[in-house]
Nanobody, 119 residues
């Protein structure tokens, strides 16, 4: 059974940086499209960044130019470098890995890591 585990969250001042990691196990990581999502209190979960299995990257408009995502298939790990953090970036950040196998969509989620941006 696949598992994703996020790490790297914490409290940071506005303008600061954090690097999130997501370690995958139990799946052929390189075959999966992966992504970062976040959910702020009282809000719905939103996409932050996506990397396809082929390496195509997309960012939400709200983080473009400030956040950078990457993946290391040899380490079964994905990363989210967050710079110039703002209070509105405060949320629980989740990683996701998904792919289509036959007729089924296979989806894994981590449990999330809390990022708090506050002075």
């Amino acid at each position: 059974q696949g598992q994703l585990v996020e790490s790297g969250g914490g409290l940071v001042q506005p303008g600061g940086s954090l690097r999130l990691s997501c370690a995958a196990s139990g799946i052929m990581f390189s075959l999966y499209d992966v992504g970062w999502y976040r959910q702020a209190p009282g809000e719905t979960r939103e996409m932050v960044a996506l990397i396809s299995s082929g390496g195509n990257i997309q960012y939400a408009a709200s983080v473009k130019g400030r956040f950078t995502t990457s993946r290391d298939n040899a380490k079964n790990t994905m990363y989210l470098q967050m710079n110039s953090l703002k209070p509105e970036d405060t949320a629980v950040y989740f990683c996701n890995a998904g792919r289509i196998i036959g007729d089924a969509e296979v989806d894994y989620w981590g449990k999330g890591t809390l990022v708090t941006v506050s002075s």
